[in-house]
């Protein structure tokens, strides 16, 4: 259940209201996710901007809530500069004030090419929410963590005469090659 | 999601919410412009969104800047109690030829702020105008 949208119901009844909070909800995040994607990247507005072939004080205009005079093609530019792909799609009113609601950090982050979870590995956690962060120090951190888990695992169901891949057909380390791959659907 | 921050309109002794006055004799699509920020800041606070809360050059008094026909700006303090996690509305204004209308709204919000801090039940949870 959603505050905000039980708040706008009755609002939204209204074309012209529902379609001017939209368009605001959309300037906020665009603003927003620029900053984001920015930081994430540990760039300076100076250097996006360079990046982006634009001047400084103009990003700086662009990387505020009330700025409202977007183009795609700036936007193209921008999205060029984090290496990443723009997506332009229409979506449902409920869609947009949920979006917007759960907006966070984390929600607007994307990998670039080269952090892209689906163009490093074949077999990858697909959920959104991972393929959003791609990966992070807390992901490698979790996945070293789950492949010791895995080894000690491995040591308790081990037979005391046990030496290598014995009749039970198990082996403690025959996942350990499998561990990234299952470390990665965790970290989602 | 729950929102997060508090928003509180100032409420002046003798004309009541005026605030409210303001938003109520707002256009229509003014007023959802309004709304949406004032969800955000409630919902978000001032971190996350970049410019949601712009200084006015008076000490603690903030302005939100929302773009259109008319150009609005409410003007706003953060709490004023410490550590809450609030903002209080004080007085609704719009900017015409980069001057303020009523002129001087930032040392009437405040004013305002000073005499909330002296008497904090001069303020009620924010009269929403749809």
Redesign the interface.
């Known amino acids: 259940m959603s505050e905000l949208v039980d708040k706008l119901r009755p609002e939204f009844q209204d074309e012209e209201y529902r379609h001017a909070y939209a368009e605001e909800c959309l300037n906020t995040m665009i603003a927003t996710q620029i900053k984001v994607l920015r930081e994430q990247r540990e760039m300076t507005q100076s250097t996006l901007a360079s990046c982006a072939e634009m001047l400084q004080p103009r990003l700086s205009v662009m990387e505020s809530a009330d700025y409202s005079s977007w183009s795609v093609n700036t936007l193209k530019r921008l999205a060029r500069a984090f290496d990443l792909a723009l997506s332009v799609k229409f979506e449902a009113f409920s869609d947009v004030v949920l979006d917007f609601e759960e907006m966070s950090r984390d929600s607007l982050s994307r990998p670039s090419f080269n952090d892209d979870p689906l163009f490093r590995s074949a077999k990858v956690n697909t959920h959104r929410s991972f393929r959003r962060r791609g990966y992070s120090e807390a992901d490698r951190q979790t996945a070293q963590g789950l492949q010791m888990e895995i080894r000690f695992l491995g040591q308790l169901v081990e037979f005391p005469n046990h030496t290598s891949r014995d009749n039970s057909g198990y082996s403690p380390n025959q996942d350990r090659g499998g561990a990234d791959e299952a470390c990665v659907g965790v970290a989602g | 999601?729950?929102?997060k921050w508090t928003i509180f309109d100032y409420v002046d002794p003798v004309d009541g919410n005026l605030f409210m006055q303001w938003s109520a004799r707002l256009q229509?699509?003014?007023?959802?412009?309004l709304?949406?920020?004032l969800?955000?800041l409630a919902?978000?606070g001032p971190g996350?969104?970049?410019?949601?809360l712009s200084p006015t050059g008076t000490p603690s008094i903030f302005k939100l800047?929302?773009?259109g026909k008319v150009q609005l700006r409410p003007l706003l303090c953060e709490g004023p109690g410490r550590g809450e996690d609030a903002f209080t509305l004080l007085l609704g204004a719009f900017e015409i030829s980069n001057d303020y209308v009523p002129k001087g709204a930032p040392l009437m919000a405040a004013r305002m702020r000073e005499c909330l801090i002296k008497d904090v039940r001069r303020r009620v949870l924010h009269e929403?105008v749809?």
């Open positions: 999601m729950l929102a229509k699509k003014e007023r959802a412009k709304n949406q920020r969800d955000s919902i978000h996350l969104i970049p410019g949601i800047k929302i773009h929403r749809s």
